[in-house]
């Protein structure tokens, strides 16, 4: 013989929320607790009732019965930061004093942010969570230009028209001089 159903403390704002239900997903979860409570319907009815899988059907009322009577959140809410060492405000206190250095013509370096964050953790932190903690907060390394800022460009191209342009001991046809004719 199956166990008696829980959740009789419940019933009334099952029947509440049956009347109120905003998605389809709110009705199962009080159809799942007042169908057992009033009909006596067992967990497999009633999944055969609401064309869900038996075990679906015991976690949403599980769910509702566990909330009090609110109909509860049948998945989880995605995106978010689950495993956060800092809050973005904290993130940007930290690194204030780094950005401000390199504001000021310093040079931003990646090892001394490390070392403060695993102060700051008080445990040894990867190099990738220093990046992505600078990458979070719209930092970018800067790659280097292709001409160094000192370059004569003038210079260059005197250079270029005054050069020789064959190697000695080379003919115009770019192959050595016959001796043997």
């Not at 019933?11 to 389809?24: F, P």
Request: glycine letters at 8%; charged letters at 30%; proline letters at 5%.
């Amino acid at each position: 013989m199956a166990r008696p159903a829980s959740g009789k403390n419940v019933l009334e704002k099952a029947k509440e929320a049956l009347l109120n239900a905003r998605s389809v997903e709110e009705l199962r979860q009080a159809q799942a607790v007042i169908m057992p409570l009033e009909y006596g319907f067992s967990m497999d009815q009633v999944a055969a009732t609401l064309g869900i899988s038996k075990g679906w059907a015991c976690q949403l009322r599980m769910r509702f019965i566990r909330s009090g009577g609110l109909p509860a959140e049948t998945k989880p809410k995605r995106g978010g930061r689950r495993r956060e060492n800092m809050s973005k405000e904290e993130e940007a206190a930290f690194l204030a004093p780094f950005f401000d250095k390199a504001a000021r013509g310093g040079i931003l370096i990646v090892s001394e942010i490390k070392r403060a964050l695993d102060e700051r953790m008080g445990r040894e932190t990867a190099l990738a969570s220093t990046y992505n903690l600078l990458h979070r907060n719209n930092w970018r390394k800067l790659a280097p230009d292709k001409r160094h800022p000192k370059t004569d460009v003038e210079a260059q191209l005197e250079w270029k028209k005054n050069s020789r342009t064959s190697s000695p001991g080379s003919t115009q046809s770019g192959l050595a001089p016959n001796h043997f004719v």
